[in-house]
């Protein structure tokens, strides 16, 4: 991993042309401290990307000179991907910065915003500004430019809600795009461009913000009522997006541990859908089963109480386990030494010992990466 690469040979061409981007690569670097989950990952090589043109001349390099053999690979903030101890593969990190305004009338402001800004820094930011529509999606770990990704979703909104558009390079092809909302092709926690993964690398997502200080969604969990205690003690009758988006945070951070505390990726297992005849069985058995009606007579079933209920709150495999407080997102109590291998180890356990007690397949969430920077699938894990 430390010998040089053939990337290396198009990085000593270029600074013989005088192009800066050997200052953007680096030959393998240590990744652990790269992804939330904090598993130890060494990768061959390194691009950093400030700006649209680095990629532009990066590619460039790449199509023309050996290189083009090493695959290429998208990480963003890392709190959604499970890395593999060496990965051998040309690792691109959209790190350009910048919000813009694009629009503006009384109803609404139209921004663009480049990949590399922090999601929930760029969330703050909107709602301080009074431009709202992103505030149920505070403190979600990340940057911008994976948003669209999966479409985050929290609190009963999805970025697809505020997003109008996506501006995206399609690596294969060496060219700029500019994707509609339903270009995107957004499902649950699903778009094109997790469905095609390392295709496009995003740069900038444009949004539509509103600026109704009444226009709030408050219906999730307890977001009212502590949304409606801000708003009394500030003296004010209703709720603005402000004291939503401090009600969320504050949930979430007493619901979900902090990565930097407790290395995790967030809710490990995706929530199961079953046939609603199977739900109705198991209701019987477990009359506290937690389930939410779907179309076609399915039903979705909490994955965190299946876990819980079969005797896993705080287990796994060491060092990988359950939180105690939220079964559903998996920690890594030794940071930078557990491996992705640890990982499928304790994914299996879990995973086996729920199917054994309910008959009930679950399926992960976050990205599982191959050693070649391939993602792996989302097949079920028993
Ligand atoms: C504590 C915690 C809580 C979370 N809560 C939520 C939640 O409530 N809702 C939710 O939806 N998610 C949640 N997540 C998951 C995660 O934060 C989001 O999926 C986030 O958008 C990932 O951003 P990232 O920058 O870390 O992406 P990464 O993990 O770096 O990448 C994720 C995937 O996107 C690809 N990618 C990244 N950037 C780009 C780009 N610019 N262009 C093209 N492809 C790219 C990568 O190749 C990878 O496949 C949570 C995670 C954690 C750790």
């Known amino acids: 991993m430390t010998q040089a690469s053939p990337l290396d040979l198009s990085i000593q061409s270029l600074t013989a042309t005088g192009s800066s981007i050997d200052l953007l690569a680096s030959s393998s670097s240590d990744l652990s401290q790269a992804n939330t989950m904090a598993l130890a990952c060494l990768a061959d090589t390194v691009v950093t990307l400030t700006d649209e043109a680095q990629l532009d001349n990066f590619m460039t390099a790449y199509a023309e000179g050996t ?16 890395l593999p101890a060496e990965l051998n593969a ?24 480049m990949a590399g800004e922090n999601w929930h820094d760029l969330v703050v930011h909107t709602v301080n500004q009074g431009w709202y529509g992103l505030e149920n999606l505070a403190l979600i770990p990340g940057l911008t430019g994976a948003a669209p990704v999966q479409n985050i979703g929290a609190y009963g909104v999805q970025l697809e809600d505020c997003l ?14 500019h994707l509609s909302a339903s270009d995107c092709a957004f499902g649950y926690r699903d778009s094109i461009f997790k469905r095609t993964p390392n295709t496009w690398l995003i740069s900038r997502v444009g949004f539509r913000l509103h600026t109704d200080p009444n226009n709030i969604l408050a219906s999730y969990g307890d977001v009212q009522t502590i949304a409606q205690r801000y708003a009394d003690q500030q003296g004010r009758k209703l709720p603005t997006p402000h004291d939503v ?22 809710s490990f297992f995706q929530n199961p859908i079953i046939a609603q005849e199977q739900f ?20 979705k079933v909490a994955a965190g109480w299946l876990i819980e209920q079969a005797g896993l709150k ?22 930078y030494q557990a491996t992705q291998e640890d990982v499928a180890i304790a994914q299996h356990y879990i995973a ?31």
């Not at 290189?67 to 499970?82: E, R, Y």
């Not at 109008?164 to 795009?177: E, K, S």
């Not at 679950?362 to 191959?370: D, G």
């Open 67 to 82: 290189a083009h053999k090493i695959p290429l690979f998208v990480l963003s903030g890392g709190s959604n991907v499970l």
């Open 90 to 113: 040309i690792v691109l990190q959209p790190k350009m910065r910048g919000i813009d305004i694009i629009d503006q009338t009384d109803d609404y402001v139209d921004i663009e915003v």
């Open 164 to 177: 109008q558009y996506v501006r995206a390079y399609h690596l294969p092809t060496q060219t700029w795009h």
């Open 245 to 266: 988006m401090q009600a969320i945070i504050d949930i979430r951070q007493q619901k979900l541990p902090d990565p930097k505390q407790l290395p995790n990726c967030g």
């Open 280 to 299: 109705m069985a198991l209701q019987a058995i477990y009359p506290t089963i937690v389930g939410y009606p779907m179309p076609d007579a399915m039903t």
């Open 314 to 335: 705080g287990g796994g495999v060491a060092p990988i386990v359950t939180h105690q407080q939220q079964a559903l997102v998996l920690t890594n109590h030794t940071p």
């Open 352 to 382: 086996n010992t729920v199917y054994e007690k309910f008959a009930i397949q679950l399926s992960r969430e976050p990205v599982w990466i191959n050693a070649d920077g391939s993602t792996g699938s989302t097949e079920h894990v028993v």
